[in-house]
């Protein structure tokens, strides 16, 4: 419960924070000449033969192209405005955003890194709104900030839902407008989401395989829709059974699909809950690793880049908090 009452002491400080006409046709008494042509043409009637303007581009991801993997890798910082227990991603944003690129740098050598800043936009807390949902949204002027600064690092922006006691997709759909985007995704964190009666950082929360495909779902319609390039969704994982029946997700070619792992701790303890939460990975999601610059290194050194690109599966999205 570490990481839990950390995350609540960051919601607190945030909160105090806070064509042209054609010719007449010919009747050939003429024999069809040009000359005739010409001459039924009505005075001030212009021809056009300029082919119309072609339709514009479908929108590409930073750096062109549609597709995230297996071109890209991924490395982000989380965070949120007033919050710095939350991770990086706070304050300075453009100052936030030269950390991270030289974080990720020792990433890239196999492949480019697609700069991901990850926003926690619904954070649950333990105590009920008037909606009685136990989680804040961010409003639009935050998410705005958020990906104007992401826009100007090359970075996609990951929404951070953690839902409370709401389910997951109706917190999704909130942001439909930002998601219709093509540079913003979501990080679904079902640790906290939990059951009504229950509250959250009090007890682990959980989601389904079933629940996790009804987002990628929507998030499918939204690119079909709107010829998006390839949403992100991250769900992230610090336990094999925060999500149950994963193997009821789907494969959908317009979400690139991660699963984070996300375990606090020594190396070794991070390593061995890597290995088992990918042991029930299915085929078509991607792996990623996340690391906390605080919680890791009580336990010994912050795993090294070359260190988490020696895992196995390699991850292809690496998260600092």
Known sequence: MVRCRRLLAGF?????????????????????????QASSTPAGTTTSSAAPAPPPPPPQLPGGGTRVFPDRR???????????????????LAAAAARLREQSAPYGADRPVLPVFELIATMA?????D?????????????QTYLDAARAAGAILLLGVQPGTEDFLPAVQRYERWLQEPDVGVALDPEWAVDPGQVPGNVFGSTTGAELDSVAAYLDGLVTANQLPQKVMVYHQLHVDIVRDEGTLLDRPTTA????VDGIGAAADKVGTYQRVVATLPPFVHTGFKLFYEEDVRSGPLMAPEDVLGLVPQPEYVLYE
């Open 12 to 36: 607190l400080t945030a909160a105090l924070l806070l064509p042209g006409c054609s010719a007449a046709p010919d009747d050939g008494a003429d024999g069809g000449g040009r000359d005739a």
């Open 257 to 260: 699909l991660v699963k984070s």
């Open 131 to 143: 909606a009685g949902m136990y989680n804040t949204v961010a409003d639009d002027a935050t998410v």
């Open 74 to 92: 991924l490395v982000g910082f989380s965070g949120g405005p007033g919050s710095p227990a939350l991770g990086p991603l706070t304050g300075d």
């Open 125 to 129: 807390h333990p105590f009920p709104t």
